[in-house]
């Protein structure tokens, strides 16, 4: 039991050192500004990639993500105007 109790020691040790360092590397502005145009540049790339995926699913004819979400909040809407009718003639009836 005494050897746990001194590998968890220097473990807690080495977190502790280890945690306030990464921290201040982190919070560093020679991290933070090329993170941060390298996070701009991929969303950029990703927001292009979305607009000809769209592009080419038009091209061929089918609808794209966007255009499937929309149909399906629309079905959803009509489908709970259904229930919303069905129950109020269930209320009705005799």
Not at 1 to 26: I, N, Q, S
Not at 41 to 54: F, G, L, P, Q
Not at 55 to 84: K, T, V, Y
């Amino acid at each position: 039991m005494m050897l746990w109790d001194l590998w968890k020691k220097g473990f807690d040790a080495w977190e502790e050192a280890t945690a306030r360092y990464l921290e201040a590397v982190l919070k560093s502005s020679a991290v933070l500004i090329p993170s941060g145009a390298l996070l701009s540049a991929v969303m950029k790339a990703k927001a292009e990639r979305d607009r000809m995926i769209t592009h080419f699913w038009n091209a061929m004819g089918l609808p794209s993500r966007q255009d499937q979400e929309r149909a399906l909040h629309l079905l959803n809407q009509l489908h709970s105007r259904i229930n919303d009718l069905e129950q109020k003639l269930n209320e009705r009836s005799p």
